[in-house]
């Protein structure tokens, strides 16, 4: 009995292993296979986004002016965000990260609700945001934990991870707990909504398709500019809270 419940075990996690949401375009690199649909849509955002930004600061005015005046507001938003969750005294360095976090995913997910992809086809697989592939919101949760781990560790050295044990070593277990699903959060947070508003579009386009998916859409956008926002904000309140660290109690 014991043997076969082991075997379906097994069988059970081999299945599930297998499982993908939709087909996918596969590149194979070095023997690693990749979603090639991912880094097609996601290196057209990169363009995009250079493009804009070298459009607007190409010739920087002291009076700024149409699309200078608008891409000075968007620096200050995101500057904001980072001092709001940061702190006065360090957030300028972070600037950078916070802002490139939240203009990639905000592309990513304005890519995936205005551009048509379907009309595109591919030999296999289909192109989407790029945010709505579980891997790419992994790996930008990643790069927010590794982004903290950094800050707390460059401001307090090794004391940093004294914060395990505070205000008891009691609570060593969930401190390290915490750690594992803040990426989690931010990844499956992000992820689930670009997911679900692509799939509620894509039924209401099929039933009704002409008039009826317009205001879906419309929500759609409002939708995945507040995610942008809250995973922008928790990635910086996390290295915030990193840079409070143990050596300022």
């Known amino acids: 009995m014991v043997f076969i419940y082991q075997k379906s075990i097994q069988d059970l996690s081999l299945v599930i292993s297998g499982v993908e949401v939709g087909k996918h375009l596969y590149w194979e690199i070095n023997g690693y296979k990749i979603h090639g649909q991912v880094f097609i849509v996601s290196w057209l955002v990169i363009f995009v986004l250079l493009s804009l930004a070298f459009i607007g600061t190409r010739s920087l005015e002291r009076i700024p002016k149409k699309w200078q005046n608008f891409m000075e507001?968007?620096?200050e938003f995101l500057q904001d965000i980072a001092k709001n969750q940061i702190g006065e005294h360090e957030y300028r360095q972070w600037v950078p990260y916070i802002a490139t976090i939240f203009l990639f995913i905000l592309g990513s997910n304005w890519a995936g609700a205005l551009i048509p992809w379907k009309l595109i086809e591919l030999s296999e697989g289909e192109l989407a945001a790029p945010t709505n592939d579980i891997n790419t919101t992994v790996a930008l949760s990643l790069l927010t934990s590794l982004s903290y781990f950094y800050a707390g560790i460059s401001k307090n050295g090794i004391g940093y991870f004294s914060r395990y044990i505070e205000p008891t070593p009691?609570?060593?277990?969930i401190n390290i707990l915490e750690d594992f699903t803040k990426p989690l959060s931010l990844s499956f947070r992000l992820f689930g909504n670009i997911?679900?508003?692509?799939?509620?579009?894509?039924?209401f386009t099929l039933l009704v398709p002409i008039l009826v998916p317009l205001p879906v859409m419309i929500l759609g956008l409002f939708a995945s500019s507040i995610q942008a926002l809250?995973?922008?904000t928790l990635s910086a309140a996390y290295i915030g809270e990193a840079l409070e660290g143990h050596g300022d109690h």
């Open 73 to 75: 507001f968007v620096l």
């Open 170 to 173: 009691v609570l060593l277990p």
């Open 195 to 203: 997911l679900a508003d692509e799939l509620v579009v894509s039924v």
């Open 230 to 232: 809250i995973f922008s």
